[in-house]
């Protein structure tokens, strides 16, 4: 069984609460949709952009001049005035607090928690397993990463680099 971005019902997704919850209420792996910040570091976050499920809306006057529209063919995700993960740093990226994307998930841990990078998401589970049983589903297994890595082709293709 897979916890997809955690256990998004219960925390914000991408967020090492909701991995947790997820673990604990019995998957055998939690999904991993993996971006790249502009340094270089890999974080926790579905779409290209940031908004939807943080409180990125927060800095618009700050990072106004980064905003951009962006469609995605493959998924057809648009984004309008987004902040897209590449254009940020991981300090500037974990200054977000997630938040819930659905008006009808709970929102009651909305703010509460930063997006985690691989290296944080490895290491917490790793403590997972080392630490906790899983009394409640009657099994003792090593936590897994379901892992999804997202190509920013948008992103290439808007700065004329080609990976071929």
């Known amino acids: ?16 609460a909701g991995y947790t919850d997820a673990w604990l ?27 939807d499920s ?7 006057q700050l990072w106004k001049a980064r905003q951009k529209n962006i469609i995605i ?13 590449p254009e940020f ?12 994307r659905f008006d009808y998930r709970s929102t009651t841990m909305d703010g509460l928690f930063t997006i985690p990078t691989f290296e944080e ?4 589970m790793y403590f997972m397993n080392t630490t906790y049983d899983r009394k409640r589903v009657g099994a003792t297994t090593v ?3 379901y892992i999804e890595l997202k190509e920013p082709q948008w992103y290439l293709d808007s700065y004329g680099i080609d990976m071929g």
């Open 143 to 145: 936590p897994g990463l």
């Open 1 to 16: 069984m897979i916890g997809h971005r955690g256990s998004l019902g219960h925390f914000p997704e991408h967020t090492l």
């Open 54 to 60: 943080t409180n990125a809306v927060l800095y618009d």
């Open 25 to 51: 209420y019995g998957v055998d792996y939690v999904e991993l949709d993996l971006q790249m910040a502009s340094d270089g570091v890999v974080v926790a976050n579905h779409d290209e952009c940031l908004k």
């Open 121 to 124: 998401t490895i290491k917490h």
């Open 89 to 100: 740093t991981v300090e500037e990226v974990r200054m977000l607090k997630r938040r819930q």
């Open 73 to 85: 063919p493959a998924s057809g995700h648009v984004f309008i005035n987004d902040y897209p993960v």
